[in-house]
């Protein structure tokens, strides 16, 4: 189970930092993503990080604004969102994904936390 939280409403320029908690003992063994939806749009990547933490991949989009980490001994992963711009404003949803390699789609993605809303006002 995924739990997301942390989104909000900011100016544009600012800051918010999106937690998820996973439940379980086998965290360590998924691949984690972010993905966001705006009314109207898609389901879209946003960002992804590898078992190990060790790996990760942006979208163009946010590339050099965002940062994921994780931390596997408190099952939890962080992204960072910097410089937001109103053009981020969705609901953020993370992801897990027992995969061989990180994977961009939703498709693969096994579980899915609830989403969290993130509003950037201009």
């Known amino acids: 189970q995924l739990q997301a939280s942390g989104g909000g409403l900011v100016q544009a320029g600012g800051s918010l930092r999106l937690s998820c908690a996973a439940s379980?003992?086998?965290?360590?063994?998924?691949?984690m993503g972010w993905f966001r939806q705006a009314p109207g749009k898609e389901r879209e990547f946003v960002a992804a990080?590898?078992?190990?933490?060790?790996?990760?991949f942006y979208a163009d989009s946010v590339k050099g604004r965002f940062t994921l980490s994780r931390d596997n001994a408190k099952n939890m992963v962080y992204l960072q969102m910097n410089r937001l711009k109103p053009e981020d404003t969705a609901v953020y949803y993370c992801?897990?994904?027992?995969?061989?390699?990180?994977?961009?789609?939703?498709?693969?993605?096994?579980?899915w936390g609830q989403g969290t809303l993130v509003t950037v006002s201009s």
């Open positions: 990080i590898t078992r190990s933490g060790a790996g990760t």
């Open positions: 379980g003992r086998t965290f360590s063994s998924y691949n």
């Open positions: 992801a897990a994904d027992d995969g061989v390699v990180v994977i961009s789609t939703p498709g693969p993605y096994d579980y």
